[in-house]
Structure formats: C-alpha cells, structure tokens
C-alpha cells in the first residue's frame, strides 16, 4: 500500500479510509483498523490524511517506515504459519530470547528471516529469533519469531527492544534473559497516606528503569544518600548493554554489582523463591515480579510494609491487590500479580543509627529523651548543650555518634563505654549512668532511642518517666500501637553508658573482681 485517503460523512458521524497500492488497485478500509492498528505507531501519517480529508480525491502518500510496517503486518495475517505464530507471541509474556544463526558466528550485516527455508536455500547471513519461558524445553518456545511481532515490539519500545537485540546479537546461540524495565504513561490508581515515604525520583516517560529506579527510592528512604547516588549515577548505564555487559548479564545482576562493589557494607543475598507477602524485612529486596502472563518486565524494591514502585509518587502498602496493580499496564489491565521471579536482598551491617531511625517524628523523640534524661540528673550544662542542636541538621544522621562526640569534649567530660547486649544494658539501667540506646521490637520495624538512669526509662514521647521493665520498654518503642497481650521480645541494636571523669575506671575494677571471683 502506497498512499491512503480518508472520506468522512457529511455529518461526521463516520468515516472510512481508502488505501491504493503501485498498480492503482483501492481497498476500503475499517477506521478502527487504520487507527488502531495499520496506523497506531505513525501519528504523522494519520494527521496528513485527515488534513487532506476536505480535498476531494487527495491522496495522501505515506512515509516508508509506514509503507513497511503495513507489508508486514498483511504478510503476517495472509500465511497461516506466521498468524498461529503471531498469536502464540502475543498470548504471553516471554522471560528469554535467543538469536540463532545458520553460523557458529553471527555475519555482518545479517538479515532476519521469519520462515524456515528450505535446506537447499539456506541463506549464509540469516538469522532469526526465538523466545521462551523454559529455556529447559526447546519446544515450549517459539521459533522463527515473525517480523510483525518484533516491528510492533520495536514500535512500543525502541530503546528497551534494541538493548534487547543487543544483549541476543552478543550472545548468538544462547538463551538470554529479557530484562526488566517496562514504564508506564499513568501512575497506579491506588490509596497513598501523607505519612507514606515519598518517592525520591519517578520513572520518566518511555524510560525502562524500574530495576534502578525503584532501588534508588528504598535507598532514599532507608537514608543511605551514598547508595542511592551511586545506583542513580548508573541509571543511565543500566539502560544500555554495551556499558555494563562486562560486568553483568542481565540488568538487575548489574544493580547487585554496584550494592556489592561500589557500595560499603552490604550483604548481597540472591533470593530464588521469595515470598514477598510474608517475608519482610527492614532492608531494600529488589524483587523482579512475575505476572499470570508470565511477563518479568517490571521490578519493585520492597522495605518494611511498603512497595517502592518507581511509577508512584510515593511508596504503596505492601499487599496482594498492590502487587496486582504493579503488573498490570495500559494496554493489559486483567494481569494479576504470580509471584517473584528472582530477588536480591541488600542488608546493612554494623549500620548507623540513621539506617533506622526513618522520620524526622524519631529524631524529635530521642532529642526529647536525652533532655529528659541529664535534666533528671541536674546536668545544666548538658541540657543546654543538647538543646543548641539544630533538629534539621541532625536528622537522617547519626545522632547516637553525634551526642557521644558532644559529651566526651570539654566542658562535659563524659566517658562512653559500649554496651555489648541487652542483658548488660538491663544490668547497668539500675545505675546512677546514664544510658542512650537504639532499641527494637524483636520481628517488626519499630526502632527508637531510649535514655535509662538509675532504672527509669525516658523515652521522649512524654513528660513522664516509667520504671524498666520489659512492658515499658516496648510501650516506649512502639507507642500508642502497644498493647500488653502482644508477645514481644526487645533487642539492643546499639548503645552506650556514659560515666562521668575517673568513675569509669572504678567501675572496671569492680567487674574485675567480680569475674575473678
């Protein structure tokens, strides 16, 4: 087909497209067809012949890449083989894609075929794709992959279908994973909290970056500012195969790579069977998520109870119906979320207390609590010391390490000691030192700064002080959430008893002892 015209009734209610090949021969053509289908990708062409609507009997002649598209698309729909072929592709999502060739090598240039030929007329630059979901079961997949499928991928996705074919071109022969990285043009339709952390950046229109993305905003919330600028640093890199293939081999190898190499202090656990509903964890799990389509083209990064979905503006609850609406897309909308396809889980040793201490609420409290604790032992200077402390210069950093700095140099003089382990902390609690710890709840998220002295809890949420005991230490994490039927455990995460000028070595030699004796 050559050119098109489009005719349009008099009331404009309907109308209808001609097409007109190289002999002259007409066709009538269905608007939805022109529309939807022959003309969806080529909106330059669609407004010219609509411009030319009011001319009579104006052709209008369409681009080549048009042209292309529409022998492709009649080809494909006039051979059986290709049409059953057509519709087992689009009936799935496909996991992986191989490029197989005639030749051990792939030849420059090669030429893409979508038939088998026959044995007599092989052609030496030939080449042609395959996918499937079971590498394992070569005929669980499909061969000869017809052009028309490969123009409408190339069409909905330029970028992500070239680095596709790139990865395939360089590992000719093998099966090679299609990696994640799908966009979409509207946010999620779902309920977002004012108190839910808010996505550091948002994936940009046509940009296949969900891997990098949505680890970038768990990194964000998590106040690792060095790990987030180093996976947004590779974002771009990550989109490209030629710049990170001789170092990965799919995308999300990649952003493992860099928590692994370029970023200190992470433990890289590759997680094959993940079940994301019930294993929550307080670190970033990129997860690569399967659809009932099969499909594995969009990631999400999970922490605590929520998901980081780079096409959100801020996280969502963590939940079947959420994970529901992170597969689905535009075009399909009936997919449901199946399961991970393969997870990586990024935990953080030895980490400071700005890992955990995750809203701004947090570091108002601890300030709060430590006030409350040395103006409970007279300490003027130490109060007014601690209230200079800006709130704003302070929060997302380690305000444990801060406060130790501050009470160690003069005029203060305090000498920290670290404590080892909860049962060391109950034991020094009944003392006249005070205490500053990082607390939690044993299996939650619940993570605060507590102050101890001669057995009181100061915990900074109240004016009040509570005798220690276990009861008034998890109420003192937890908050208005607490009640006393749930069975909760406490856990040190770090901590330290301050002593004040030489009692500090007094009380050395008092555990001396006790350990000779």
Not at 135 to 164: C, M, T
Request: proline share 3%; aromatic share 12%; charged share 20%.
């Amino acid at each position: 087909m050559q050119e098109m015209k489009v005719i349009i009734a008099l009331d404009g209610s309907e109308r209808k497209y001609i097409g007109r090949n190289k002999r002259g021969e007409e066709k009538s053509l269905k608007a939805k067809l022109v529309e939807d289908v022959l003309l969806c990708f080529f909106e330059n062409d669609l407004n010219g012949i609509q411009s030319q609507s009011k001319e009579k009997n104006s052709w209008f002649s369409l681009s080549d890449q048009a042209k292309k598209y529409i022998s492709i698309h009649a080809r494909c729909f006039a051979i059986d083989e290709l049409y059953e072929k057509m519709d087992w592709c689009e009936s799935t999502e496909w996991m992986y894609m191989k490029l197989k060739c005639y030749q051990r090598r792939l030849p420059q240039p090669y030429k893409l075929i979508d038939l088998p030929p026959p044995r007599t007329k092989i052609p030496l630059n030939g080449a042609y794709l395959c996918l499937t979901n079971n590498i394992n079961d070569q005929f669980d997949a499909v061969h000869y992959v017809p052009l028309y499928f490969l123009e409408k991928w190339k069409k909905a996705g330029v970028r992500e279908f070239s680095q596709a074919m790139i990865k395939a071109e360089r590992n000719v022969n093998e099966w090679v994973e299609i990696d994640a990285g799908s966009f979409k043009a509207t946010i999620n339709n779902v309920q977002h909290h004012e108190s839910f952390p808010i996505s550091h950046r948002i994936q940009q229109y046509g940009e296949f970056s969900c891997v990098f993305n949505s680890l970038a905003n768990a990194l964000n919330y998590i106040n690792d500012f060095d790990a987030r600028n180093k996976i947004l640093e590779n974002l771009q890199a990550s989109m490209n195969y030629e710049e990170f293939n001789h170092l990965a081999k799919t995308r999300k190898a990649f952003a493992a790579y860099l928590m692994n190499f370029e970023v200190k202090g992470y433990e890289i656990q590759m997680i094959r069977h993940f079940d994301i509903l019930s294993d929550k964890s307080m670190w970033p799990t990129l997860c690569i998520l399967q659809g009932t389509d099969n499909g594995i083209n969009h990631a999400v990064t999970v922490v605590e109870n929520y998901i980081f979905d780079s096409n959100n503006h801020t996280a969502i609850l963590l939940s079947k119906e959420n994970l529901d609406l992170c597969c689905q897309s535009e075009l399909v909308s009936e997919v449901h979320f199946q399961k991970v396809h393969m997870a990586y889980r990024f935990v953080k040793h030895n980490a400071p207390c700005q890992y955990y201490l995750r809203s701004s609420m947090k570091y108002n409290y601890a300030l709060s609590a430590i006030v409350q604790c040395f103006s409970y032992l007279e300490a003027t200077e130490v109060v007014e010391s601690i209230q200079r402390l800006d709130l704003n210069t302070i929060v997302n950093c380690d305000i444990i390490g801060i406060v130790r700095n501050l009470l160690n140099r003069k005029p203060h003089g305090y000498q920290p000691k670290s404590l080892k382990c909860y049962d060391e902390l109950l034991v020094r609690a009944s003392e006249c030192y005070p205490i500053i710890a990082l607390m939690c709840v044993q299996n939650s998220f619940q993570y605060s700064i507590l102050c101890m002295v001669n057995g009181l809890i100061f915990n900074g949420r109240d004016s009040s002080t509570l005798p220690i005991t276990v009861e008034n230490m998890i109420g003192s994490i937890v908050g208005d959430g607490f009640s006393d039927d749930d069975l909760l455990s406490i856990n040190l995460v770090k901590g330290y008893v301050f002593y004040k000028g030489s009692s500090i070595n007094s009380v050395s030699n008092v555990m001396k002892k006790k350990i000779r004796y």
